[in-house]
């Protein structure tokens, strides 16, 4: 795995003993602050968030299907020029994807002048004929991305995978920056670090500008499979700071092709629908009738113009690792330029001459199914056994169009806390970014997912992973202490 290449995030180069120049303020707080004082406050970090029941559940865990996500006190850094430079790649990606989406339910033009092939659209589960020539209001599809990218080197940043349908991790982000601000408060002494708090107010406003011509004041909801979901902490933590009602399907009924909430007091026409519930489960009569968790007639009233929903159904679509591998493609097609953030190379493994590269270098490669997600069936091949490469082997031969592959980039590293005092470990990062009817924005901050293995590159906490807060500095130098008082009350407006 050659540990010893990856770029550290703080210290520069793998080796360096000194930080990289306009951290030497971080670096400095890590080598004043004894590593007992360092886990004493994670620890109390750790028991906030044991209190609060921010936990997320672990597939196929008897042990305990409850955790919480361990979180490391060492922030990450992004400088303020690094992070102008992710947010223009970032906006460009998403306006991409909306306008893919809008144009693979609409006119395929992407299709018909021969860019992506047919087969790859129409004979892929996630693309929903079902909703062909609907137009969401306002033409807006992807109202929340979470685009996860991945840092080899000082200016090199890779998009791992685009989640378009219902990305979550934001309440990590925003109670790993309260856990900093209570118990590191020196930290945003020392640096101009950018809010987050304001995201809740931001995905209200984003909800309430796509709702439904002439709706004067949306009624906006978070509807929610429930409390048996792993993200359930996640939907009544948003629901709450935006000061909307959380529903489930029993809440809601549609009724003439309009949606209702049932209260206490009598119905009221429900506007906006952010919906943690895949498209599967959304609304029986069109979906999979079987489900529970959905409103029926859903669909038809979205079809009808009579209420939105975030994110759009179909943008399942988007999120496919074969389409991804199209994406610079996509990019390019609908933007007229380069891709500013580039994709991790990657081979097809449907395509023969793919398939052969990656049955020969099975052991040096990642190979991931193009619809999978949170880790599971994939391979890493530097640290899989013999065996595991041969069962994979055989699955690749029987079924090659379900997966991709991609070389083991060496992720860069930031110093985490482990039992053995601090150590760097890897680190990907998943950026928010709103999409209303107003435009782009991204959130300057994210959700910093650390592998707490040595030597590991798999970042998911369903395997394990922690997190840590994500600082996105305002400018690209410390500052003196006295001008820090100051600014608390502009980054509220930055």
Not at 452 to 472: A, I
Request: proline share 7%; charged share 20%.
């Amino acid at each position: 795995m050659g540990m010893r290449s990856a770029f550290d995030e703080i210290m520069g180069q793998a080796g360096s003993t000194t930080p990289r120049a306009e951290l030497a303020a971080l670096g400095n707080w890590i080598a004043t602050t004894p590593d007992a004082e360092l886990r004493r406050r994670q620890q109390s970090a750790e028991a906030t968030f044991r209190q609060l029941g921010i936990t997320f559940a672990v597939y196929g865990d008897s042990d305990a299907s409850e955790r919480i996500i361990p979180f490391d006190i060492v922030p990450r850094i992004f400088l303020a020029s690094e992070w102008a430079r992710l947010s223009e790649g970032l906006v460009q990606r998403v306006e991409a994807i909306n306008a893919f989406l809008h144009d693979i339910y609409g006119e395929r033009r992407i299709l018909s002048d021969g860019v992506l092939p047919p087969d790859l659209i129409f004979g892929n589960p996630q693309f929903r004929p079902e909703i062909a020539g609907i137009r969401p209001p306002h033409d807006v599809w992807a109202h929340i991305c979470g685009i996860d990218l991945v840092r080899t080197g000082p200016d090199d940043f890779f998009v791992l995978e685009d989640n378009a349908r219902t990305p979550s991790g934001v309440s990590y982000m925003l109670e790993n920056r309260e856990a900093m601000l209570r118990l590191c408060p020196e930290l945003f002494r020392d640096f101009r670090v950018a809010a987050v708090d304001s995201y809740p107010d931001r995905l209200l406003e984003t909800m309430k500008s796509v709702a439904p011509q002439g709706v004067a004041a949306p009624v906006c909801v978070v509807l929610t499979p429930g409390h048996y979901n792993s993200a359930y902490y996640e939907h009544s933590f948003l629901a709450d700071s935006m000061g909307v009602e959380l529903v489930e399907a029993a809440d809601l009924v549609v009724d003439d092709d309009i949606v209702w909430m049932r209260t206490i007091a009598g119905r009221v026409k429900v506007d906006v629908i952010y919906r943690r519930i895949d498209d599967d489960y959304l609304d029986p009569l069109v979906f999979r009738p079987d489900s529970m968790l959905g409103v029926p007639g859903l669909i038809a009233a979205y079809a009808a113009g009579n209420v939105a929903i975030l994110n759009a159904p179909g943008n399942g679509i988007a999120d496919d690792k074969a389409i991804y591998s199209y994406m610079p493609e996509i990019v390019k097609f609908y933007s007229g330029g380069e891709p500013k953030l580039p994709n991790v190379e990657t081979w097809r493994c449907r395509e023969p001459q793919a398939l052969k590269y990656v049955l020969d270098n099975l052991a040096d490669v990642v190979v991931k199914l193009v619809d999978g997600s949170g880790g599971y069936g994939m391979l890493v091949g530097p640290t899989a056994t013999k065996a595991e490469i041969e069962a994979f082997r055989a699955a690749l031969i029987a079924e090659p169009h379900r997966y991709i592959a991609q070389p083991t980039l060496a992720l860069s590293t930031v110093p985490t806390m482990t039992d053995a005092g601090l150590a760097p470990r890897h680190v990907d990062f998943r950026p928010f970014v709103l999409t209303g009817s107003k435009g782009v924005q991204v959130v300057p901050g994210g959700l910093t997912r650390v592998a707490l293995k040595e030597g590991s590159l798999v970042v998911n906490s369903s395997q394990g992973g922690g997190t840590k807060d994500s600082f996105v500095l305002m400018d690209d130098g410390a500052q003196p202490l006295e001008a820090q008082t100051q600014t608390q009350s502009q980054e509220q407006t930055a």
